[in-house]
């Protein structure tokens, strides 16, 4: 990564944003009030090698202590997550639709939505099924944290995409937000992405379920979410604000995933 | 937000410099003053007024005072676990020899500026306690076997209490004060205190109120130093004393790479981990690179009318305390 740019003139931020597309090729230094130099995207911070070490070290121990803190999740996810990302990255260049996604930079906001028109879309639809996901287990897509500490934009973006993804997944996996359906969802993500944050959290969140839930997800759903995750296509390089309209069982088939083998509901969100 | 034109020439400054110093693998930070900074000043007043520094960035004054605000509103409630962290708990020393330092005698009234958390307020309270008490166990003792004359003489002074310390906590930010009320609460102390919003450069008090004034670890968030040191001659009595707790300069250029590598690499990863906010730390650590030495300082309580200004070092310089008497 050059140190050393030739100062770029600001082009307009504005048309980085247009009808919530964030059109950016190349890399360009950000101006923004805050001066800080070497801002290779809004909110993006410049660590060296060590403080990354640390940080990783130390959100690790803080997320372990307090699963609550999903800044924490999330600054472990980035500071690991390097070799993992050119993978991703590398794998939707490949894909027709994930090159496209990558050059028009597509961002799941509810600024971005258009939730009357998905609320008339018929059920079993990939657009309605996310609603009631939302609307069920009572999360918005706007709580994802930015990206601070990726040292690439293209990464950064790709990062992004994996976390506004999840909830997506959560709905095409038909899992719950509550443990076993997060823990359920992590397997999935282990096996799709080889994030090391997924990995942890596939490997220490099963030490937080009950016995029966522990059963189910060893039994039927654990297995199943590897198999998916692996046979399955790159998630992130599905276009999804262009196929809302798709039958959500027909967009699994073709994304290669099997259907849950159980019926797990929201209701039962009583913790682990 | 485009950037204006008029800021460029600042700008390539700015990445010139900035790239000098951070090359792709060069830990952050840079302990040593750049005069490059006057040259920003140049650039940059003659575009938009007077402007100060806030961290290592350059900003216009009047916005200096609104960003540190919004510093210290966003780590108030994890300030003192930050310190622990950061200092590995010897900002408690610290402390601890400002007080012996002051040696305060039971009946002062103290002015604890830019006391956020109440640190110092408490400490001042619970060292004249204890030699409040002391002083009473001394005369206890003295007087175990009175004479009559003595004790007739002891009646009417009676209704006279020994007069009781106070300290005054102000600061800037309503955020710090709150969290120093709670613990104030937890500690149980309730007399002897009191919590005032006051800005360091213009406190609302009158003049010749108080016996001593302290600012731990405040006066270098405060634009204007002169003028909080002018009101901090104004407020205090005649043969008043000025105290000052605040990051100096670390002359030992061995433990001055360790503790820049240690400012720099470790205390922002701090504040991400533990208060969740990389930013006001970055500020943190920028703006003690920022203040005055302490032969500079010095001369500058001295230009603002304090006799016989010393300081002390402590931590190998890390730390000073700079002490002058209004006469």
């Given at each position: 990564?050059?140190?050393?740019?030739?100062?770029?003139?600001?082009?307009?931020?504005?048309?980085?944003?247009?009808?919530?597309?964030?059109?950016?090729r190349?890399?360009?230094?950000?101006?923004s009030?805050?001066?800080?130099?070497?801002?290779?995207?809004?909110?993006?911070?410049?660590?060296?090698?060590?403080?990354?070490a640390?940080?990783?070290?130390?959100?690790?121990?803080?997320?372990?202590?307090?699963?609550?803190?999903h800044?924490?999740?999330?600054?472990?996810?980035?500071?690991?997550?390097?070799?993992?990302?050119?993978?991703?990255?590398?794998?939707?260049?490949n894909?027709?639709?994930?090159?496209?996604?990558l050059?028009e930079?597509?961002?799941?906001?509810?600024?971005?939505?258009?939730?009357?028109?998905?609320?008339?879309?018929?059920?079993?639809?990939?657009?309605?099924?996310?609603?009631?996901?939302?609307?069920?287990?009572?999360?918005?897509?706007?709580?994802?944290a930015?990206?601070?500490?990726?040292?690439d934009?293209?990464?950064?973006?790709?990062?992004?995409?994996y976390?506004?993804?999840?909830?997506?997944?959560?709905?095409?996996?038909?899992?719950?937000?509550?443990?076993?359906?997060?823990?359920?969802?992590?397997?999935?993500?282990?096996?799709?992405?080889?994030?090391?944050?997924?990995?942890l959290?596939?490997?220490?969140?099963?030490?937080?379920?009950?016995?029966?839930?522990?059963?189910?997800?060893?039994?039927?759903l654990?297995?199943?979410?590897?198999?998916?995750?692996?046979?399955?296509?790159?998630?992130?390089?599905?276009?999804?604000?262009?196929?809302?309209?798709?039958?959500?069982?027909?967009?699994r088939?073709?994304?290669?995933?099997?259907?849950?083998?159980?019926?797990?509901?929201?209701?039962?969100?009583?913790?682990? | 937000?485009?950037?204006?034109?008029?800021?460029?020439p600042?700008?390539?400054?700015?990445?010139?410099?900035?790239?000098?110093?951070?090359?792709?693998?060069?830990?952050?930070?840079?302990?040593?003053?750049?005069?490059?900074?006057?040259?920003?000043?140049?650039?940059?007043?003659?575009?938009?007024g007077?402007?100060?520094?806030?961290?290592?960035?350059?900003?216009?004054?009047?916005?200096?005072?609104?960003?540190?605000?919004k510093?210290?509103?966003?780590?108030?409630?994890?300030?003192?676990?930050?310190?622990?962290?950061?200092?590995l708990?010897?900002?408690?020393?610290?402390?601890?020899?400002?007080l012996?330092?002051?040696?305060?005698?039971?009946?002062?009234?103290?002015?604890?500026?830019?006391?956020?958390?109440?640190?110092?307020?408490?400490?001042?309270?619970?060292?004249?306690?204890?030699?409040?008490?002391?002083?009473?166990?001394?005369?206890?003792?003295?007087?175990?076997?009175?004479?009559?004359?003595?004790?007739?003489?002891?009646?009417?002074?009676?209704?006279?209490?020994?007069?009781?310390?106070?300290?005054?906590?102000c600061?800037i930010?309503?955020?710090?004060?709150?969290?120093?009320?709670?613990?104030?609460?937890?500690?149980?102390?309730?007399?002897?205190?009191?919590?005032?919003?006051?800005?360091?450069?213009?406190?609302?008090?009158?003049?010749?109120?108080?016996?001593?004034?302290?600012?731990?670890?405040g006066?270098?968030?405060?634009?204007?130093?002169?003028?909080?040191?002018?009101?901090?001659?104004?407020?205090?009595?005649?043969?008043?004393?000025?105290?000052?707790?605040e990051?100096?300069?670390?002359?030992?250029?061995?433990?001055?790479?360790?503790?820049?590598?240690?400012?720099?690499?470790m205390?922002?990863?701090?504040?991400?981990?533990?208060?969740?906010?990389?930013?006001?730390?970055?500020?943190?650590?920028?703006?003690?690179?920022r203040?005055?030495?302490?032969?500079?300082?010095?001369?500058?309580?001295?230009?603002?009318?304090?006799?016989?200004?010393?300081?002390?070092?402590?931590?190998?310089?890390?730390?000073?305390?700079?002490?002058?008497?209004?006469?």
């Amino acid at each position: 990564m050059a140190a050393f740019k030739l100062p770029r003139y600001t082009y307009n931020v504005a048309s980085l944003s247009v009808n919530g597309k964030f059109l950016a090729r190349q890399q360009h230094t950000i101006w923004s009030s805050d001066h800080h130099y070497g801002m290779l995207y809004p909110g993006h911070i410049q660590t060296s090698p060590l403080q990354k070490a640390l940080l990783a070290v130390g959100s690790g121990v803080a997320a372990l202590q307090n699963p609550y803190r999903h800044d924490m999740v999330a600054v472990l996810g980035e500071t690991t997550g390097h070799m993992a990302l050119i993978k991703l990255r590398n794998r939707m260049r490949n894909d027709p639709e994930g090159y496209t996604i990558l050059t028009e930079r597509p961002r799941i906001r509810l600024s971005t939505l258009d939730i009357s028109s998905m609320s008339t879309l018929p059920d079993g639809s990939l657009g309605r099924e996310y609603l009631r996901f939302l609307d069920e287990n009572k999360v918005t897509p706007d709580t994802r944290a930015d990206v601070k500490f990726v040292d690439d934009e293209e990464l950064a973006y790709v990062m992004q995409r994996y976390r506004e993804v999840h909830d997506l997944l959560h709905t095409l996996l038909g899992m719950p937000t509550n443990m076993l359906g997060e823990v359920a969802v992590k397997w999935f993500e282990a096996a799709q992405t080889g994030l090391p944050m997924c990995i942890l959290g596939a490997a220490l969140g099963p030490l937080r379920l009950s016995i029966s839930r522990l059963q189910k997800l060893m039994g039927s759903l654990g297995p199943w979410a590897l198999r998916s995750g692996s046979r399955a296509r790159c998630v992130l390089s599905v276009f999804y604000e262009r196929r809302w309209e798709q039958n959500l069982e027909e967009l699994r088939e073709e994304l290669n995933i099997e259907p849950p083998p159980i019926k797990l509901s929201a209701k039962s969100k009583k913790g682990s | 937000m485009a950037a204006s034109f008029k800021e460029l020439p600042r700008r390539i400054v700015q990445i010139r410099n900035r790239s000098a110093r951070f090359g792709p693998r060069n830990p952050l930070g840079n302990s040593t003053f750049r005069t490059e900074v006057s040259a920003y000043r140049c650039c940059s007043g003659a575009a938009a007024g007077r402007s100060t520094h806030f961290g290592f960035e350059s900003v216009p004054e009047g916005e200096k005072a609104e960003r540190v605000y919004k510093v210290f509103e966003s780590v108030a409630q994890k300030y003192d676990v930050m310190n622990d962290a950061m200092s590995l708990g010897i900002h408690r020393l610290w402390k601890d020899s400002l007080l012996r330092l002051m040696n305060p005698q039971p009946g002062l009234k103290l002015l604890d500026t830019a006391g956020g958390t109440g640190d110092i307020s408490f400490r001042f309270l619970e060292y004249t306690r204890s030699v409040r008490e002391g002083q009473l166990r001394h005369r206890a003792r003295a007087n175990q076997t009175p004479s009559w004359q003595e004790i007739a003489a002891g009646y009417g002074s009676e209704g006279e209490e020994p007069a009781e310390s106070r300290a005054v906590v102000c600061d800037i930010n309503k955020e710090m004060l709150k969290v120093g009320k709670e613990r104030a609460e937890t500690a149980g102390i309730t007399t002897g205190l009191s919590w005032v919003v006051g800005d360091a450069e213009e406190l609302p008090f009158n003049d010749d109120q108080f016996d001593v004034y302290t600012i731990a670890f405040g006066i270098r968030n405060v634009t204007h130093i002169e003028q909080a040191l002018q009101e901090a001659l104004r407020v205090l009595k005649p043969g008043g004393r000025f105290m000052c707790l605040e990051f100096s300069k670390v002359s030992n250029p061995l433990l001055s790479r360790l503790y820049d590598a240690y400012s720099f690499q470790m205390i922002p990863v701090l504040g991400e981990v533990i208060a969740g906010d990389w930013k006001s730390y970055q500020y943190l650590v920028e703006s003690i690179r920022r203040f005055p030495d302490q032969e500079t300082f010095k001369e500058m309580i001295e230009e603002a009318g304090f006799f016989r200004v010393q300081y002390v070092n402590l931590t190998g310089g890390v730390v000073a305390i700079h002490s002058g008497f209004k006469l």
